[in-house]
């Protein structure tokens, strides 16, 4: 399991360049300037003030190493779809805004509201078998072209009160050097049900 994790942490890196764990501990040319200066005391870093997860309440581990509570599952009709492999989730706030520049410099805002929240999803398909993750792509361009909204069963989600989302693009650029791999981005918006009211008619 360990091998896996390493070689789809390598792939995720090649794809989106994210950082990967890092320790926040002194390097060597650090120590040797302490040591220096207090002498042959070496660097001791104190553990009750370094946060750690209970093992009971971290249900899994990223590839990073990082504590996972969460995962993305979007239902719809004929689409029941969760995530794999640590997809990034990026949400994006806008509001509409009219602004009109006056004479003397000043400025008018006119807010008009609030608009839908932009959602990118950055993640990778990978065969850990080895050859192109062809049926993998083949169900997410399957629910690409759903013609119609879908709901989103997430605690990051839920966060932004987002439960329903429809899909605007999905794009699937090359990675050199991993055939076995294919990233994936897709740019979505979230969307609230529309409600109806009917008026009762007098006339």
Do not use: C
Request: aromatic share 8%; net charge negative.
């Amino acid at each position: 399991m360990a091998e896996l994790e390493v070689r789809l942490r390598e792939r995720i890196l090649s794809s989106f360049r994210v950082a990967g764990k890092r320790y926040l501990l002194p390097d060597s040319k650090t120590l040797e300037r302490q040591r220096a200066i207090l002498g042959e005391q070496s660097y001791k870093p104190d553990s009750s003030q370094i946060t750690v997860f209970q093992r009971d309440v971290v249900p899994a581990s990223s590839v990073f190493g990082t504590p996972l509570f969460d995962s993305i599952r979007i239902l719809g009709d004929g689409v029941d779809y969760t995530f794999q492999h640590d997809p990034l989730v990026d949400f994006t706030r806008t509001k509409k805004i009219t602004e009109t520049v006056l004479n003397d410099g000043n400025s008018v805002i006119e807010v008009a509201g609030v608009q839908p929240i932009d959602i990118r999803i950055q993640g990778v398909l990978w065969n850990p078998s080895g050859g192109f993750p062809d049926e993998e792509l083949s169900e997410l361009i399957r629910i690409f072209e759903e013609d119609t909204t879908l709901d989103v069963v997430s605690r990051l989600f839920n966060y932004h009160q987002v439960t329903s989302i429809y899909i605007k693009s999905l794009d699937t650029p090359a990675l050199e050097g991993f055939e076995d791999t294919q990233p994936f981005v897709i740019s979505a918006r979230s969307i609230k049900p529309a409600s109806l009211v009917i008026l009762e008619n007098n006339l």
